[in-house]
């Protein structure tokens, strides 16, 4: 069955950090880069982060650099989002996706998760 | 960054209308965009990229057409299960921004 899930999120304090994991399965992981993309409660869609096939290559959006830091392991079919320094404008559902095209990556997304939420709150 | 709009950012329909959903960009994009419907409680699904090569499994209604900076969804026939929130995402350059949506309800 090809699916993503996201594991990790729940309720963390300000400054604090939090690990998510987003299992594959399905397809070749290792050969498609991987996205996470992040929602605020009732609000749009904003990109967080990509990590190439191989993870040489990895950009985040501004509003995380420097506080995130995404990897993954090609043996375990899984993706990370490291979070640290949270803050609570960090609060939204989190979504681990597949680029849509093997190894070079066009940075448009055909297989999301179903999301796990991170709530940041003293 | 890309700045992104779409407009309307919401709209009233009824089964059987035809839709259509702008999405407009500060500067020229190409064909880099992509379209996807999100229905409550549910993940994003990709309905379009390249501006309008529609995704495998995607019913044939949904078509997108523009380059540049000007963009358009549309929906030749809106049925039940279209009432959803639609996105645009440009893939020129990181970061990926989405538009800010536009809600299609009964």
């Known amino acids: 069955q090809v699916q993503l899930v996201e594991s990790g999120g729940g309720v963390v304090q300000p400054r604090r950090s939090l690990r998510l994991s987003c299992a594959a399965s399905?397809?070749?992981?290792?050969?498609?880069?991987m996205h996470w993309v992040r929602q605020a409660p009732g609000k749009g869609l904003e990109w967080v982060t990509v990590?190439?096939?191989?993870?040489?290559?990895?950009s985040y959006a501004d509003s995380v650099k420097g506080r995130f830091t995404v990897s993954r392991d090609n043996s375990r079919n899984t993706v990370y989002l490291q979070m640290d320094s949270l803050r609570p404008e960090d609060t939204a559902v989190y979504f681990c996706?597949?680029?849509?095209?093997?190894?070079?990556?066009?940075?448009?997304?055909?297989?999301w998760g179903r999301g796990t939420l991170v709530s940041v709150s003293s | 960054d890309v700045q992104m709009t779409q407009s309307p950012s919401s709209l009233s329909a009824s089964v059987g209308d035809r839709v259509t959903i702008t999405c407009r960009t500060r500067?020229?994009?190409?064909?880099?965009l992509s379209w996807y419907q999100q229905k409550p409680g549910n993940a994003p699904k990709l309905l379009i990229y390249?501006?309008?090569t529609l995704q495998s499994g995607v019913s044939s209604r949904f078509s997108g057409s523009g380059s540049g900076t000007d963009f358009t969804l549309t929906i030749s026939s809106l049925q039940p299960e279209d009432f959803a929130v639609y996105y645009c995402?440009?893939?020129?350059?990181?970061?990926?921004?989405f538009g800010p949506g536009t809600r299609v309800d009964i």
């Open positions: 996706a597949k680029d849509r095209s093997t190894l070079s990556p066009v940075w448009n997304f055909d297989l």
């Open positions: 399905g397809f070749t992981f290792s050969s498609f880069s």
């Open positions: 990590i190439s096939y191989d993870g040489n290559s990895i």
């Open positions: 500067q020229s994009i190409s064909t880099y």
């Open positions: 390249r501006a309008s």
């Open positions: 995402q440009q893939s020129f350059s990181p970061p990926f921004s």
